[in-house]
């Protein structure tokens, strides 16, 4: 049954990708695998697009005074920087693609169990990013990616609708992909698959999909409200018609704060297998990890306060969001504390998906500790809408989930593609956008704690050294990403065939060729044992 | 409900319908079953966010709340509460009707429903022409001169329009689905072993009258 023992070469064989070449054989696919390959490529294009937008924001930054562009026209970068990202990019990024990929994969099964909704999600996702492309053709928006009432529903003069509508219409692909998920983990599950010998990979996306299904709808009907009330001139939030623009705060960070777990669950997931797989270890406390998914998936609906401690919310609640607040950053913790014993006299080997795993353990940290920083009451009414925020936000967003994304796109490149990508280059550029990354945000905190605020375009003299730091890390960084996106294209031509089991990994994706055929299993697998049974099968080896 | 399942476990041995990534028709089944479910879900919350919206100004204006609510017009709310329980009846009767497999019943049932519906929004459109002749409606049409508290009464016009047309636009899609189940049913597609869409559109249509049944009240009478 392993592929270690007895090698096998499927590489003539017909699989996913070379079943079909038309375009429509793409554009019309229900194969999920052919789906995770869309997503793959549309939020590609959309990292692009939001790492342009964060080009512009950062050289304007480069100098104090407001030099390359007014502060309109800085608005609206940032806006859409944070607009594309989130919606558009760190969304969808793992669970569209890899999940997409993975999930019925892991969970032995040939389909998600409603293929032609997941097709649907895809054409949301790109009807939503059309909405996103024609508002920055129009002009640009400049709410934030947040939307604020009354400023996004009465003031400003910007594309609003058109971008509102385009997060609306991507929420739905969101929610359609969650649903699609628990469907297929409740019900496809292959014979012998119990829900304790799921991958943690698996349970990560299940509580991700319980977020999106719960939340978005919440963002959608706000948004909706939003837009109406800038449309028509009437007044669900605006003070001067007697509504609450508070009330739009607290819907929107209903379902906002939890989106920033649906931004990092599938992530740890990612982190989970990488860990074990590069320990050559039985993860440590596989209950606790899967249970702490869950946890973070519940109590993440009970926070969203935090992010007013200041928009005039009563010192009670603020006492009340600030205390889960703290709470929900132990579930957090509990997993970086089992990845890291997971390493702990493990085997382990730095191949270039465990050194994004390693940053990401580190990285991760860094941004859930100030995170808990930032629920204390005191210390905020100081950080909030500084740089301090900013960096905190980018350590788990870009320092955690991008590098998990990163991380797994490495990881299983050889099995979507049935190609090797280059080693050695693939380690420069994970030590590039380490060093990119840390250069451009650790001063990010040094900034917001002497006092720079978030959104402005210009700012006094004595801040200019950190931001220089912050720009120059930030071309780093840019020079990271860039390189994997030339060796991954490379190694589709030249790249060195895969066998269906390069790092010697746990689960079933790894127990049919690279690439799986369209059915993914030649036959039905059976699941015999625990989904991290690395030392055991060692011993048995050598036995 | 639960006969419904013994129902398809006796008929697992027709695959016809089975979709190519489902191992038989009670995996099938199930799937598309707790595929509704949870779309449900997702509605709820969906509605919850304007429900809270409503909860939250129903506290603080909740005089400005009683004025507004007393110029709708509960007969033809409470007519249209009638009708969405009829239709809800027929729908039911429906999917009895597929699970015996009275293809005939099933069909007539189906376009009842549709036509109770139909119906529904008809009142729907009288009611909000009723509005805008009373230039009740905020941002297009408004003028409140039933006396003070315009500012506050606004508000709950605001979420009047947004939760019955919110609701209404659910009705539409509702009725759609109707008739493409009957186009369907008349093909004669469903049968004792495979009625999965009549249930699951059964399922979404009680949903859709559920909401009215909250928004009723909430809306006219209190
Ligand atoms: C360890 C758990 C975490 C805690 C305790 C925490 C806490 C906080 C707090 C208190 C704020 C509000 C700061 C302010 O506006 O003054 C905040 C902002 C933010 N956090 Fe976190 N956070 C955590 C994890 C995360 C994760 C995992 C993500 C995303 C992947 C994230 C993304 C954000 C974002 C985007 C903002 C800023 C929103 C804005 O105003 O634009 N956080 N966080
Ligand atoms: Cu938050």
Same mark, same amino acid.
């Given at each position: 049954m392993s592929a270690l023992t007895e090698p096998r070469h499927y590489t003539s064989e017909l699989n996913y990708l070379n079943n079909g070449w038309t375009l429509k054989s793409w554009l019309l696919t229900k194969d999920h695998k052919r789906i995770a390959m869309l997503y793959l490529i549309s939020i590609t294009v959309f990292f692009a697009l939001g790492g342009l937008f964060a080009a512009a924001v950062r050289l304007e930054l480069l100098t104090p005074p407001g030099d390359l562009m007014d502060a309109e026209t800085y608005n609206k970068m940032f806006t859409m920087h944070g607009v594309i990202m989130i919606f558009f990019f760190l969304i969808p990024s793992?669970?569209? &693609?890899l999940g997409n990929f993975l999930v019925p994969m892991m969970v032995g099964a040939k389909d998600l169990a409603f293929p032609r909704v997941n097709l649907l999600s895809w054409y949301l996702y790109v009807l939503g990013g059309i909405f996103a492309i024609y508002a920055a053709v129009q002009g640009g928006v400049d709410t934030g990616w947040t939307f604020y009432t009354p400023y996004s529903s009465t003031y400003s003069n910007t594309a609003v609708i058109v971008t509102a509508m385009g997060a609306f219409v991507a929420g739905f692909s969101s929610i359609l992909t969650g649903l699609n998920f628990i469907v297929t983990v409740h019900k496809m599950r292959a014979p012998g698959l119990t829900w304790g010998r799921l991958p943690l990979f698996v349970w990560a996306h299940y509580a991700t999909s319980l977020i999106q299904l719960l939340g978005t709808p919440v963002v959608a009907i706000t948004l909706v409200l939003m837009m109406l009330e800038r449309g028509l001139r009437i007044g669900f939030f605006d003070p001067a018609l007697g509504g609450d623009p508070v009330l739009f705060q607290h819907l929107f960070w209903f379902y906002s704060h939890p989106a920033v777990y649906i931004m990092i669950l599938p992530g740890m997931g990612v982190i989970s297998e990488i860990v074990t797989c590069f320990s050559r270890k039985h993860v440590f406390g596989y209950p606790f990890i899967a249970g702490s998914s869950l946890a973070i998936a519940i109590l993440g609906f009970f926070v969203w306060g935090h992010h007013m401690f200041v928009a005039g919310q009563s010192t009670y609640a603020s006492m009340v969001f600030s205390l889960i607040t703290f709470f929900v950053a132990a579930p957090s913790a509990v997993k970086v504390f089992n990845w890291t014993a997971t390493m702990y006299k493990g085997s382990v080997s730095y191949a270039t998906p465990m050194l994004y795993a390693m940053g990401f353990i580190g990285l991760f940290t860094i941004g859930g500790v100030t995170g808990v920083m930032l629920a204390t009451t005191a210390l905020d009414l100081h950080?909030?809408? &500084?740089?301090f925020v900013v960096a905190h936000f980018h350590y788990v967003m870009v320092g955690g989930m991008v590098m998990a994304f990163m991380g797994g796109l490495h990881f299983w490149w050889p099995k979507m593609t049935g190609r090797m990508y280059h080693e050695i280059w693939a380690r420069i550029s994970a030590g590039l956008v380490f060093i990119g990354f840390n250069l451009t945000f650790f001063p990010q905190f040094i900034l917001g704690y002497m006092g720079m605020p978030r959104r402005y375009h210009a700012y006094p003299e004595e801040f200019v050294v950190l931001n220089v730091m912050s720009t120059a890390g930030s071309s780093v960084l840019g020079v990271g990403y860039l390189l994997p996106a030339i060796y991954f294209i490379y190694s589709l031509y030249r790249g060195e065939q895969a066998p269906p089991n390069p790092f010697r990994a746990k689960g079933l994706e790894w127990e049919t060729p690279s690439p799986p055929p369209t059915e993914n299993f030649l036959t039905t697998p059976v699941v015999t044992e625990d989904a991290y049974a690395y030392a055991e099968k060692e011993v048995k080896a050598l036995v | 409900m639960s006969d419904a399942h013994v129902g398809t476990l006796e008929h697992t041995h027709d695959e016809e319908h089975v979709a190519h990534q489902f191992d038989n028709a009670q995996q099938q089944y199930e799937s598309g079953n707790l595929g509704m479910w949870l779309f449900l879900l997702t509605e709820v919350m969906f509605f919850g966010g304007m429900f809270g919206a409503y909860a939250v100004y129903r506290t603080w204006y909740p005089d400005a709340f009683e004025i507004a609510s007393r110029t709708t017009n509960i007969p033809l709310g409470a007519m249209n509460t009638l009708v969405l329980i009829v239709s809800s009846l027929t729908m039911a009767l429906g999917v009895q009707s597929a699970q015996l497999g009275k293809r005939k019943r099933l069909a007539w049932m189906i376009a009842l429903t549709m036509f109770f519906g139909l119906v529904f929004l008809g009142v729907k459109a009288a009611e909000y022409s009723e509005k805008w002749h009373h230039q009740h409606v905020p941002g297009l049409n408004w003028n409140w &001169? @039933?006396? @003070?508290g315009g500012r506050e009464v606004q508000i709950l016009f605001c979420l009047y329009f947004a939760m019955t047309g919110m609701h209404a636009m659910h009705m539409v899609v509702g009725v759609g689905i109707m008739t493409w189940l009957l186009i369907t049913a008349l093909k004669g597609r469903y049968s004792p072993a495979y009625y999965n869409p009549v249930e699951i559109s059964g399922l979404y249509w009680h949903f859709v009258d559920i909401v009215w049944i909250f928004l009723f009240p909430l809306l006219y009478l209190i």
């Amino acid at each position: 049954m392993s592929a270690l023992t007895e090698p096998r070469h499927y590489t003539s064989e017909l699989n996913y990708l070379n079943n079909g070449w038309t375009l429509k054989s793409w554009l019309l696919t229900k194969d999920h695998k052919r789906i995770a390959m869309l997503y793959l490529i549309s939020i590609t294009v959309f990292f692009a697009l939001g790492g342009l937008f964060a080009a512009a924001v950062r050289l304007e930054l480069l100098t104090p005074p407001g030099d390359l562009m007014d502060a309109e026209t800085y608005n609206k970068m940032f806006t859409m920087h944070g607009v594309i990202m989130i919606f558009f990019f760190l969304i969808p990024s793992v669970p569209a &693609t890899l999940g997409n990929f993975l999930v019925p994969m892991m969970v032995g099964a040939k389909d998600l169990a409603f293929p032609r909704v997941n097709l649907l999600s895809w054409y949301l996702y790109v009807l939503g990013g059309i909405f996103a492309i024609y508002a920055a053709v129009q002009g640009g928006v400049d709410t934030g990616w947040t939307f604020y009432t009354p400023y996004s529903s009465t003031y400003s003069n910007t594309a609003v609708i058109v971008t509102a509508m385009g997060a609306f219409v991507a929420g739905f692909s969101s929610i359609l992909t969650g649903l699609n998920f628990i469907v297929t983990v409740h019900k496809m599950r292959a014979p012998g698959l119990t829900w304790g010998r799921l991958p943690l990979f698996v349970w990560a996306h299940y509580a991700t999909s319980l977020i999106q299904l719960l939340g978005t709808p919440v963002v959608a009907i706000t948004l909706v409200l939003m837009m109406l009330e800038r449309g028509l001139r009437i007044g669900f939030f605006d003070p001067a018609l007697g509504g609450d623009p508070v009330l739009f705060q607290h819907l929107f960070w209903f379902y906002s704060h939890p989106a920033v777990y649906i931004m990092i669950l599938p992530g740890m997931g990612v982190i989970s297998e990488i860990v074990t797989c590069f320990s050559r270890k039985h993860v440590f406390g596989y209950p606790f990890i899967a249970g702490s998914s869950l946890a973070i998936a519940i109590l993440g609906f009970f926070v969203w306060g935090h992010h007013m401690f200041v928009a005039g919310q009563s010192t009670y609640a603020s006492m009340v969001f600030s205390l889960i607040t703290f709470f929900v950053a132990a579930p957090s913790a509990v997993k970086v504390f089992n990845w890291t014993a997971t390493m702990y006299k493990g085997s382990v080997s730095y191949a270039t998906p465990m050194l994004y795993a390693m940053g990401f353990i580190g990285l991760f940290t860094i941004g859930g500790v100030t995170g808990v920083m930032l629920a204390t009451t005191a210390l905020d009414l100081h950080l909030h809408d &500084t740089y301090f925020v900013v960096a905190h936000f980018h350590y788990v967003m870009v320092g955690g989930m991008v590098m998990a994304f990163m991380g797994g796109l490495h990881f299983w490149w050889p099995k979507m593609t049935g190609r090797m990508y280059h080693e050695i280059w693939a380690r420069i550029s994970a030590g590039l956008v380490f060093i990119g990354f840390n250069l451009t945000f650790f001063p990010q905190f040094i900034l917001g704690y002497m006092g720079m605020p978030r959104r402005y375009h210009a700012y006094p003299e004595e801040f200019v050294v950190l931001n220089v730091m912050s720009t120059a890390g930030s071309s780093v960084l840019g020079v990271g990403y860039l390189l994997p996106a030339i060796y991954f294209i490379y190694s589709l031509y030249r790249g060195e065939q895969a066998p269906p089991n390069p790092f010697r990994a746990k689960g079933l994706e790894w127990e049919t060729p690279s690439p799986p055929p369209t059915e993914n299993f030649l036959t039905t697998p059976v699941v015999t044992e625990d989904a991290y049974a690395y030392a055991e099968k060692e011993v048995k080896a050598l036995v | 409900m639960s006969d419904a399942h013994v129902g398809t476990l006796e008929h697992t041995h027709d695959e016809e319908h089975v979709a190519h990534q489902f191992d038989n028709a009670q995996q099938q089944y199930e799937s598309g079953n707790l595929g509704m479910w949870l779309f449900l879900l997702t509605e709820v919350m969906f509605f919850g966010g304007m429900f809270g919206a409503y909860a939250v100004y129903r506290t603080w204006y909740p005089d400005a709340f009683e004025i507004a609510s007393r110029t709708t017009n509960i007969p033809l709310g409470a007519m249209n509460t009638l009708v969405l329980i009829v239709s809800s009846l027929t729908m039911a009767l429906g999917v009895q009707s597929a699970q015996l497999g009275k293809r005939k019943r099933l069909a007539w049932m189906i376009a009842l429903t549709m036509f109770f519906g139909l119906v529904f929004l008809g009142v729907k459109a009288a009611e909000y022409s009723e509005k805008w002749h009373h230039q009740h409606v905020p941002g297009l049409n408004w003028n409140w &001169t @039933e006396g @003070e508290g315009g500012r506050e009464v606004q508000i709950l016009f605001c979420l009047y329009f947004a939760m019955t047309g919110m609701h209404a636009m659910h009705m539409v899609v509702g009725v759609g689905i109707m008739t493409w189940l009957l186009i369907t049913a008349l093909k004669g597609r469903y049968s004792p072993a495979y009625y999965n869409p009549v249930e699951i559109s059964g399922l979404y249509w009680h949903f859709v009258d559920i909401v009215w049944i909250f928004l009723f009240p909430l809306l006219y009478l209190i």
